[in-house]
């Protein structure tokens, strides 16, 4: 099963999506993370996805698709969550045409939205793990201890494009680029919104209602 997290800057795709892979055993792949580490690496593409991902910009097209196409050409696992993946319309006709030499398609498509305020409001008090990657928020979901990760004990800190400029020109470029992908997606009848004004537990419930059911997102067409 292939699923998309659809959604605006910290409307909790990484939350849910680590959510799915404990529990599911999905296999979770993030172009964030991917690009994050390429760049704490210092590697030629970091260096490059780096001038965009400071300034809240989105890295081109090319760059993200090479990124995920290498990853399915090392092998991945049949069930996964694409998070934050594809984000534009040129990513997801990538998308469709590598996961057609693979014989598969994406099965549904789970939109989660926020305001701009509201993603302030997170992003500005979310500190993440070094290590793990585990997200916590200092607002209402704090490590037991200060800066260390309840998971691993690796050091908690906060991303560099958590600034509210940042955020702020994230979601300009998320309304320009990113939310068109609802129709592209809604056209082919597999797209499911989220009620975001739920506890972050409620989407859970709601996503697992979603996958549970198959995605009610009738049948798709493969090849
Ligand atoms: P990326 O890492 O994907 O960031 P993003 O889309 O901006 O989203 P975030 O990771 O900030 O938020 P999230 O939705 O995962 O929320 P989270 O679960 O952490 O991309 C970063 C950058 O990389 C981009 O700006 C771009 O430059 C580049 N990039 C990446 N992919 C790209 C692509 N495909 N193409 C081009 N460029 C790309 O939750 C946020 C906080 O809220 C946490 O503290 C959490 O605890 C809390 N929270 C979660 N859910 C809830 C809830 N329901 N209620 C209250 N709090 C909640
Ligand atoms: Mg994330």
């Known amino acids: 099963m292939i699923i998309v997290l659809l959604g605006a ?12 892979v404990e529990k599911r055993g999905f296999g979770h792949v993030s172009t964030g993370d991917l690009l994050r580490d390429a760049v704490s690496r210092g590697t030629e ?10 300034g809240g910009r989105l890295v081109p097209d090319e760059i993200v698709l090479g990124l995920v196409e290498e990853l399915f050409e090392a092998g991945t696992s049949a069930d996964i969550i694409l998070d934050g993946f594809p984000r534009t319309v040129p990513q997801a006709e990538g998308l469709d045409a590598l996961l057609s030499k693979h014989e598969t398609a994406v099965d549904c498509v789970v939109f989660i939205d926020i305001t701009v305020d509201e993603a302030i409001r997170r992003l500005s008090s979310r500190v993440s793990c070094s290590d793990c990657g585990a997200v916590y928020n200092l607002m209402w979901k704090p490590p037991a201890t200060d ?3 309840d998971v691993c004990g690796g050091e908690l800190t906060r991303r560099s494009d958590d600034e509210p400029e940042a955020i702020e020109r994230r ?3 998320y309304h320009a680029a990113t939310k068109p992908l609802t129709d592209y997606y809604r056209s082919r009848g597999i797209l499911r919104a989220v009620d975001t ?3 972050s537990e409620e989407i859970q419930s709601e996503i697992d209602g979603i996958l549970d059911g198959g995605c009610g997102c009738g049948t798709r067409e493969t090849g």
Do not use: H, I, N
């Open 9 to 20: 800057p910290g409307a909790g795709k990484g939350t849910q999506a680590k959510r799915l």
């Open 45 to 54: 593409l970091g260096r490059r996805a780096d001038e965009y991902m400071k």
């Open 147 to 149: 800066g260390v990760c």
């Open 171 to 173: 979601f300009t470029e």
């Open 197 to 199: 004004s739920l506890t």
